[in-house]
């Protein structure tokens, strides 16, 4: 798509202009991957940058890196929309998986995808004892984050937030159950290997997941956490494709103007029916790696 | 490094530098003349709680008794006690708010004060007509959002955490300074 490095440079642009904006917790994320019920006030403005990095797929080399632009508003007091640009970088060689990484490919940065996110409170976690929010999140990708080559995915994504607060709302429990589809079409591919599988045919894609995580208040603006995040994937052709279990801690820094959160999440188990030849046992590495590093950070407008 | 990534990079030098605005309001003495404009002394009188009155307190208030001890000032004006000066602290979502809390001479609210509001949503609870709902509560009021406490929608956290903290005070006045 020829409105590709243009988008590229657009988002850049935001995001460093964005983050130098002076401005002065509602939707702030204590945790890099689950996410709290509440919403933020009717009126108030917050940015969103995420970088994640993800590393190891347990033979010759992959890093990609994920990041996003978001903006976020509260609508009313219980709703809050958000529009967000992603992009995407990629490094990988010395690797091929049939049906999944085609080639060797290396770029630091291409736009690679849109996405809009609706968030409704219903219940409150400091009012209501149990904190439940409703999120769906409708989104268009023309780049795929595991080989870097050009596919469009529509997705859409709905999640049930829950939030428990304790300790004078100090120590904060999140759980997210979470339902996703996908429509997704590959881009032919020239010179591939003799035999080397690169569908192009429209395929079909259900996610689940469970994720929860603890977050705790040790000092003021400090907060430590952890959390574990389970996802699994049904597709077309095989069935369940695959399933994995990342846990890892994180430190969340939160002020007046901006917060930020810092998350480790290596991979403690998986599996599926997707596999390559030599794959380190009891991990899925096809579409994921074997850790996910991400830092977040929120300002507030 | 790609040029992007040196562009991307921006944010995160950018954060640490942006200024921080710790809002103080009021200083304890101007709070103490706001509360009480007629006083002739403020008598600081620290208190360290007991185990057994923590507990009492905790029992009646239903809240925690984070820091076991009470920082009131009698207030005098022509050698007869008007009344109490409380100080306290609750948590915001990242720091403390400190407010303060007047009791007349019969342990009924007389006003509330936010001295210090350091969070980036919730400043509503330094509207007049919400501290105003305080005036007049005693010791075993309910002291609860959506009962006779109005919440306010987008400050909910420093809402319910004042309350809890004046029903907290008046606990202490009934178990130590009555």
Known sequence: MTHKPLLSRSLVAALALAALVPTARADENLLGYTTGAETLPQGATEGYFWYTQRNDKGSGHYAARDYKAELEYGFTHRFTGSLALHGLGIDTHGLSIDGYLPKDERYGFKASGIQLGMKYNILSPVKDGLGLSIYVEPSYFWKDPHSGQDKDSYKLETQLLLQKNFMDDTLVWVGNLGFEGTWAKRKAIADLPPGFDWPTTPEMEIELSAKTGVSYRFAPNWFVGGEVVYQTEFETEVGQERWSVFAGPSLHYGSKQWWATLTWMPQLAGGGASTYPGQPEHLHLVEKTKQEIRLKLGYNF | ?178
């Open chain 2, 1 to 178: 490094m790609h040029k992007e990534l040196i562009w991307l990079s921006l944010p995160a030098l950018a954060a640490p530098a942006l200024p921080a605005y710790a809002v103080q309001y009021l200083t304890l003495e101007q709070a103490q003349r706001a509360l009480f404009p007629e006083a002739a002394a403020f008598r600081e009188t620290r208190i360290l709680l007991t185990a057994e009155q923590r507990a009492a307190i905790e029992k009646a208030s239903r809240v925690r008794v984070r820091v076991p001890e009470l920082n009131a000032w009698r207030v005098e004006s022509a050698g007869k006690t008007l009344g109490w000066f409380l100080l306290d602290e609750v948590y915001g979502k990242h720091e403390f708010i400190t407010y303060a809390l007047a009791l007349d001479y019969s342990g009924a609210v007389r006003g509330i004060e936010i001295l210090d509001y350091r969070e980036t949503h919730g400043g509503e609870v330094r509207n007049a007509n919400w501290r105003a709902q305080f005036v007049g509560k005693r010791a075993g009021a309910p002291l609860e959002l959506d009962n006779d406490i109005k919440n306010i929608s987008g400050a909910t956290l420093s809402c319910k955490h004042i309350a809890d903290g004046v029903r907290r005070l008046l606990a202490s006045y009934e178990a130590v300074l009555k």
